[in-house]
Every structure is written in structure tokens, then in C-alpha cells.
């Protein structure tokens, strides 16, 4: 099969779907598929019109996927928009689809990504700044996935693992305002708990409860987002709150800590304390450490500076801060916070609006600039 042709044939097929009416990141899907399925089949049977095939084949994926996309829409129509408390009813096909799709043949980070494709329905964009990776990194990592499953038989579900990082990343997706899908993770997550008895399970239902919670307060009227210090703590789910609290009290009392209880831990700190003045910031830094020596995350690294700062001062937060890279998502807002904290604030206010053009979605870009604008009236004055 000859490579360079596919590769010369590809813009040009691309093209088609993208005028036929598909968006440009389905049809790239699309046409991805399409050059999988050419890989695996030409090299025996060639075809006459190699474009033609593949202007067909991938069309036909792309009208495969949109019907995929709109049935899950319509599951997602039929949830209530704040999930009910309590264990959910019956299982459905969603859950096992998760678990069919973490397949051993696959790595957890291959796995996951082509979970959240197929089934969460998240873009590679999302997926992408899910994993802190360039876009076209993470397509090729999908494709890689679609290959490696293509010749194998779905009869061995992956571990249990794999499929709680995929939930936690669809809830993540949906909380930030991008995507609804917050309640469907949880619907989803509250069937995995009934179904198996494990620590890290209700690790990360209490998790997702204790931030759902804070959902009506997270933005004003207006849209824009309000700061967990400014929210309206009368707004919180006082019913989720305790829910995720007495979930995580259990997992925790099991003495098997993982990450998602080390989080909840953490969010469930930040519910207890009836004013943001009366955070345990102590004993949030020790429960990032924990998190820290569980996952050697940059992101986990990178919100303990924010603890530090809190707990030990902005000095010490910033000297945290130092210690990581500064091309992280979200640095820059760390560093003119803590600045600000810590009364610079010229440099806080370069920087505020330095991370509003970095800003991963519209609501936090307005929420940064203000910010700015906020620091800069004061300077004037």
C-alpha cells in the first residue's frame, strides 16, 4: 500500500466532507477512520478509485458517528440536570461500553482517550487539554488506539483503573462549562459503586458530589465565574455535601487511599469551612502531599502552591511556584494571584492579564481580565 498516497489524497478528502456539510474536526475524525480502514484492507484488495473509496468510507464514519453523538445527546436529555441522591436504578449499556473500551490490549493513557472519544464524546481538543498535550499529539494517540482494537475481540473489559480516570475526566469536561456532562459521570459513577465494593470507587463519587455541590455558585447572573473564596456558601448543595462527606468518611476509614479520595479530602475541607476566612488550609497543603506522592502530577503541584500560599503566605507560595514549569496551564493565574497576595500589585496585574490570553475557555478570560482591570483601576488611583 502506498503511504505517500494516502498522505497526498487526505486534504482533498477532507476537504469533500467539510463541504458537504461535516465540521472540520468530525470530518478529520472521519477521515482518519478511513485511512486506518485503507491501511488494513488495500495491501489484499486495492482500489480503483482510491479517492473515491475513501471520500465514501469516511463519509460513511462521519454519518456513523453524528448518529452515535445524537443518540448519546438524547440519553443525556433524558438525566436530570442535578443528579438525585441515593444509588441509581438499573444499569444500562453506557458503563459496560466504558469498560469495553479501556481494553487490555490497550495502555490506561490509550485507553482512556479513546473512551472519552467514542463514548464520552468529547473532542481530541478537550481530550488534549484534558492530558496537558498538543491536539495533534492526542490524534495521533486515538488513532493509534482505534488501530491497536481493530482486529481484537471486545470480550475482555478493562480494570477498573482506567475506567474511574475516564469518568473523572467526562465530569471534569462537564463541570468546566464547556460540555453538560457533570451529572451523566456521576449517574454513571453511582452505578460503578453499586456494582463493586472498592475504596477509590467512592473515593471519586465523593469527589464528584462535593464539587456538583458548589455548581449554582460558581457563576454570578451574569455567566462570569465567581472565585470559591466569593461564592455564596448559602448556595451550596448542603445534601450532596453530606452525601460526598459520609462516602468519603467510609473509603477513607478502609486505610487503601488513592488519589480520588486524597481529592475529595480536600473538596470535603473546603465544604466544611462556613466562611473561606475558616479553611483548614494546614491541612489542605497535607492532603495535596499525600496527592503529590500518589500521582507526581504538575497540576496537583501547582494548586499546593496555591495552599502554600494560603497556609504559610504568598512568599511561600511563589516559592513553591518556582519550582515548577512555568509553561503549565494556569501558572500564570497562580503567580499574579499570589503576587497580588502578597501586595505587587503592578506585576500582579501584568500577569492577570498575561493568563487571560492563555485562558483555556471564554468564562475564565473574562474572569481574568477583570481581574487586571480590577489591579489597574487601583493603581490609578
Known amino acids: 500500500m502506498n503511504e505517500v498516497l494516502l498522505r497526498s489524497l487526505t486534504p482533498s478528502v477532507l476537504g469533500i466532507l467539510v463541504r458537504r456539510g461535516a465540521d472540520f474536526a468530525a470530518a478529520e475524525d ?39 453523538d445524537a443518540a448519546r445527546r438524547r440519553r443525556e436529555d433524558r438525566v436530570d440536570e442535578e443528579p438525585a441522591p441515593g ?56 488513532s493509534r488506539a482505534k488501530r491497536t482494537v481493530s482486529g481484537v475481540r ?111 479530602a480536600i473538596a470535603a475541607l473546603h465544604a466544611d469551612a462556613r466562611t473561606a476566612e475558616e479553611t483548614d488550609w494546614v491541612q489542605i497543603v497535607e492532603w495535596y502531599d499525600e496527592l503529590a506522592r500518589l500521582t507526581d502530577s504538575p497540576v496537583v503541584r501547582l494548586n499546593r502552591a496555591v495552599a502554600v500560599g494560603e497556609a504559610d503566605g504568598p512568599r511561600a507560595g511563589l516559592a513553591a511556584l518556582a519550582a515548577l514549569d512555568d509553561t503549565l496551564p494556569r501558572h500564570t493565574a497562580v503567580a499574579a494571584y499570589l503576587h497580588e497576595r502578597d501586595g505587587d500589585l503592578t506585576t500582579a496585574a501584568q500577569l492577570y492579564t498575561e493568563a487571560a490570553q492563555k485562558a483555556p475557555n471564554l468564562a475564565e478570560r473574562d474572569h481574568l481580565t477583570r481581574q487586571a482591570a480590577r489591579l489597574n483601576a487601583r493603581g490609578g488611583r
Open 87 to 142: 444509588p441509581a436504578p438499573a444499569v444500562d449499556d453506557t458503563l459496560q461500553l466504558y469498560f469495553l473500551c479501556a481494553h487490555p490490549s490497550l495502555t490506561p493513557s490509550s485507553a482512556v482517550a479513546l473512551t472519552l472519544r467514542a463514548v464520552g464524546g468529547l473532542t481530541t481538543r478537550q481530550i488534549a487539554q484534558a492530558y496537558l498535550v498538543p491536539e495533534a499529539t492526542m490524534a495521533q494517540r486515538i
Open 30 to 68: 472521519a477521515v482518519q477512520d478511513a485511512l486506518v480502514e485503507a491501511v488494513r484492507v488495500w495491501s489484499a484488495d486495492p482500489p480503483r478509485d482510491p479517492k473515491g473509496w475513501l471520500v465514501t468510507v469516511a463519509w460513511r464514519r462521519f454519518l456513523d458517528a453524528t448518529r452515535a
Open 154 to 264: 471486545f470480550d475482555q473489559p478493562g480494570d477498573v483503573a482506567t475506567v474511574l480516570r475516564v469518568l473523572y475526566l467526562v465530569f471534569n469536561e462537564g463541570y468546566s462549562g464547556d460540555v453538560d456532562l457533570a451529572a451523566e459521570a456521576i449517574r454513571l459513577t453511582r452505578q460503578l459503586a453499586a456494582a463493586i465494593d472498592h475504596p477509590e470507587v467512592a473515593g471519586l463519587l465523593a469527589l464528584m458530589l462535593l464539587h456538583h455541590a458548589r455548581r449554582a455558585a460558581r457563576t454570578a447572573p451574569d455567566g462570569s465565574l465567581v472565585p470559591l473564596a466569593e461564592q455564596d456558601r448559602g448556595r451550596w448543595d448542603t445534601e450532596s455535601i453530606a452525601e460526598g462527606v459520609e462516602l468519603l468518611q467510609a473509603a477513607l476509614a478502609r486505610d487503601r487511599l488513592g488519589e480520588f479520595q486524597a481529592q475529595a
